[in-house]
């Protein structure tokens, strides 16, 4: 699988993944080949390039769950976009409570895990794509947290706007998780802006003390940094700030490597930046190391986990391809653990069904 940038693209190119249209409209499917009109339609859409299979390389397996995922994605980015832009101009927004309660019916209900797959992000969609995945990610947190309707909505509504002021800095600052001082100062000054563009736009007073909050302590706006511990966040702030910072670790951009799942639940686990019980409700609601994942262990070897551990999601069992020797990593004392998640060019997680059936049935 290769990425090719949308100047780059030729006809007879077989896409890796699927081209949705604004209403979530399948427009070109996997593994069709490109024509002039395909790439052109690319071109209308603002990508900035699309995976692509190499000549001889078969299509790879995706589930329908995985599918639907993508397409919800691609839909509903058009109009968190329209959203925020109109919100930059002091207008209301038109999509934000439809797509709140979208997201809220789609992954706020139920307590089946996802595969929570990352798309590529440039430096332009960023906030767009940050904004739709945070609040996907609120939703499916704040089920697991048992929050109940009306701050729910509050939470996810939040969550798509809650990054507005970033459309008022550099794009640069806008996707790095990283600020020098002038940095700190553009984001500043846009947050002094931000609550009256708000305001303006007629968002409830509730909604903007929650996206304040989260800002001061994700951008260090305020005088406390957020340590978990603070009393005067409420469980929405918390939940908001998790949010936020799983999937800016975790998120595909053109100049730098992501972050895997499985490092950054570590680092929440090992570490007392977040309470364990937010943690295990993001844990709750992906798929991270389940049946099938492969992984690198500290040892040096590749393997497959057999099965999954509830009670320490970091240790479950895993089969080494080198000799099919069994560990169990919660016995291991430490000699042997897993180093990280093996991933495709397009950060999926690799998935080997085949060798897990066979590890089964033997």
Do not use: W
């Amino acid at each position: 699988m290769l990425f090719v940038k949308t100047e780059d693209l030729k006809q007879g190119m077989r896409l890796a993944k699927p081209i949705y249209s604004k209403t979530g409209v399948l427009l070109y499917g996997r593994d069709t080949k490109l024509t002039e009109q395909g790439i052109a339609s690319i071109k209308n859409f603002d990508l900035i390039g699309i995976y692509i299979l190499e000549p001889a390389e078969p299509l790879p397996p995706m589930s329908d769950e995985d599918v639907e995922f993508e397409r919800f994605q691609a839909m509903a980015v058009f109009g968190i976009k329209e959203d925020l832009q109109a919100l930059v101009s002091r207008k209301e927004p038109k999509n934000l409570e439809k797509m709140a309660d979208l997201i809220i019916a789609t992954y706020g209900r139920g307590y089946k895990k996802i595969n929570f797959t990352q798309n590529l992000r440039s430096p332009e969609d960023y906030v767009y794509k940050h904004s739709l995945n945070v609040a996907i990610l609120c939703a499916l947190i704040g089920r697991n947290m048992n929050e109940s309707s009306n701050d729910m909505r509050e939470l996810v509504m939040a969550a798509l706007i809650h990054d507005v002021l970033l459309l008022l800095v550099d794009n640069r600052i806008a996707c790095s998780n990283e600020y020098n001082d002038d940095d700190r100062e553009a984001v500043r000054i846009a947050f002094a802006e931000e609550n009256n563009m708000l305001e303006m736009a007629n968002i409830p007073q509730g909604i903007r003390r929650i996206i304040a909050t989260v800002q001061r302590e994700v951008y260090g706006l305020g005088s406390n940094v957020y340590e978990g511990r603070e009393k005067n966040l409420t469980t929405q702030t918390k939940i908001l700030i998790l949010a936020d910072t799983y999937d800016r670790l975790t998120a595909m951009k053109l100049d730098e490597e992501p972050t895997s799942e499985f490092r950054v639940v570590k680092s929440l686990y090992e570490g007392n930046s977040v309470e364990r019980k937010l943690v295990n409700a993001l844990t709750a609601s992906i798929n991270i190391l389940i049946p099938g994942v492969c992984v690198e262990l500290t040892n040096g070897e590749k393997g497959l986990v057999l099965t999954e551990n509830r009670d320490n999601l970091l240790k479950p069992t895993v089969l080494g391809f080198n000799n099919n020797k069994v560990y169990n990593l919660e016995q291991t004392n430490e000699s042997v653990q897993i180093k990280d998640i093996m991933k495709t060019m397009d950060n999926r997680t690799i998935i080997d069904k085949k060798t897990l059936e066979e590890a089964i049935r033997d």
